[in-house]
């Protein structure tokens, strides 16, 4: 198999979520592993077609449905080709090497995640504080602004608040929503009207107060 940015052609496979087979004898995964250490792509693509089902039914678990699960996948198997020379087998058998692997990979996922989550957070309400921050004698009417503008956040669906927060705290487009969120641009576009619509029966009774949306495109 031809490399590709320095990297066997394994990495290019289409994972596929097999049935897990009864475990091969040790040795032959051994055997495998050796093979790989000394550089052989086609003992690295015996390996990926053995354990790359099960690997994946792990990741999914753990990542979803998403791309994230096929990438860590990759980055396991790359893994193994680059770390074969120091794998002890005294330590783990080589299926065992492999599931500690690609769990520990999407355990680096998921905390990247959940801290871009959070850091999405700060600056949401950071963006929130100064957009209606107290100015003079007005202090009182921006802080029950702020307020009622943060409860009524709350009791929107946790999607259609985020498209909204992005639009209004934020300024972004829906297109830019779009391509932050990862998202078809026509369920922002639902997903904003729906919280918009929301917003206005919670405001209804108290008032109008006017939430303008950025930029259609």
């Known amino acids: 198999m031809p490399e590709e ?11 596929r979520a097999v049935p ?23 003992a ?6 053995r354990y790359s089902g099960l690997v994946w039914g792990l990741l999914r ?8 699960a096929e990438e860590v996948l990759q980055e396991a198997f790359l893994q193994v080709w680059r770390d074969a020379r120091r ?12 599931l500690l692997i690609a769990r520990s990979r999407a355990l680096d996922r998921l905390r990247k995640r959940a801290a871009v989550q959070r850091r999405e957070e ?8 100064r957009a209606v921050a107290p100015l003079g004698s007005r ?11 943060h409860s009524a956040l709350e009791r929107l669906p946790r999607e259609q608040r985020r498209v909204i927060e992005l639009a209004f705290f934020h300024g972004l487009s829906q297109t830019e929503i779009a391509a932050h969120l990862g998202a078809p641009l026509g369920t922002v576009k639902s997903r904003a009207l ?23 495109a």
Do not use: C
Not at 199 to 209: D, H, K, N, S, T
């Open 194 to 216: 729906l919280g918009m619509k929301r917003l206005r029966q919670i405001f209804a009774a108290e008032g109008e107060m006017g939430l303008p949306l950025a930029s259609q």
């Open 122 to 129: 700060a600056i949401t309400r950071e963006e929130a504080a």
């Open 139 to 149: 202090r009182l009417e921006h802080r029950e602004s702020r307020e009622r503008i």
């Open 61 to 68: 678990r753990m990542l979803g449905e998403g791309g994230e």
């Open 5 to 15: 940015n320095g990297s066997p052609a394994i990495l290019t496979f289409v994972p």
């Open 87 to 98: 794998y002890d087998s005294n330590r783990a058998t080589p299926r065992g090497w492999l």
């Open 44 to 49: 690295l693509a015996a390996f990926y077609d």
């Open 20 to 42: 897990e087979a009864a475990e091969p004898p040790a040795e032959a995964d051994l055997d495998l592993l050796r093979r790989i250490a000394g550089g052989s792509e086609e």
